[in-house]
């Protein structure tokens, strides 16, 4: 186990249609975060699994947005109906413990033409 | 919601300079950290500091908090090109354990 994986790399897709991203935590890792980033900013927090329970969700996700980790291992982030302004870097971050650092993936980049 | 602002937004310094980087936030914190990311790659952890520490070093990496000011800085001693990048600072506000973001300082190295 190398790192945390990220499933596309890069995604172009058309206004309208839906998409899934896949991440592959750190194996013994048991948190999970998905977060937005756009050109020139910092990263945006998007939604955090403890095991498989979804613990927070920000209120920027909309409804269009939703995020699984079914038994605690990989999780999906689908997008639903995308939109131009879904076009970002999405990034999967796994952490062992509380209040400790973030393993990054490389992210997935999503362009909605 | 931005926390964390860091200064300068883009820095350009020769190989072997130092580069300091800082950033201030608004609120109380348990914890700040710093991270690295390459153009279009994902971040890489550089250090965390909690609020009770002043100051931390990893090789040629050195953090300093100051929580009466609500800032830290990071310097980089003796840069090198690998160094460019984009760094960010992150502060953990309790625990909950939603890191909030500034910005960041794009950091180029001339050779």
């Known amino acids: 186990d190398t790192g945390v994986s990220q499933d596309p790399r890069h995604k172009i897709t058309k206004r309208g249609q839906n998409v899934t991203f896949r991440c592959d935590p750190i194996s013994e890792h048991n948190r999970l975060y998905w977060y937005r980033q756009t050109l020139g900013q910092g990263p945006e927090f998007l939604t955090y699994f403890q095991n498989e329970a979804q613990l927070e969700k920000s209120r920027l996700l909309s409804d269009r947005f939703s995020a699984e980790r079914p038994k605690g291992s990989f999780s999906t982030l689908e997008i639903q109906r995308t939109e131009q302004g879904d076009s970002a870097m999405y990034l999967c971050a796994s952490s062992p413990y509380e209040a400790g650092e973030l393993f990054f993936g490389e992210g997935s980049r999503l362009t909605v033409l | 919601s931005q926390q964390g602002e860091e200064d300068p937004q883009a820095l350009s310094i020769q190989e072997g300079e130092n580069a300091t980087m800082n950033c201030s936030y608004k609120?109380?914190?348990?914890?700040l950290q710093w991270y690295r990311q390459n153009s279009g790659r994902g971040l890489v952890h550089l250090i965390l500091?909690?609020?009770n520490e002043r100051e931390k070093h990893s090789g040629r990496l050195r953090v300093t908090l100051d929580t009466s000011k609500k800032s830290s800085s990071l310097l980089i001693t003796a840069s090198r090109a690998a160094d460019t990048a984009s760094y960010f600072c992150?502060?953990?506000?309790?625990?909950?354990?939603?890191?909030?973001w500034g910005a960041g300082t794009k950091l180029i190295i001339k050779p």
């Open positions: 609120t109380s914190i348990n914890n």
């Open positions: 500091i909690r609020s």
């Open positions: 992150a502060t953990d506000l309790d625990s909950n354990y939603q890191l909030i």
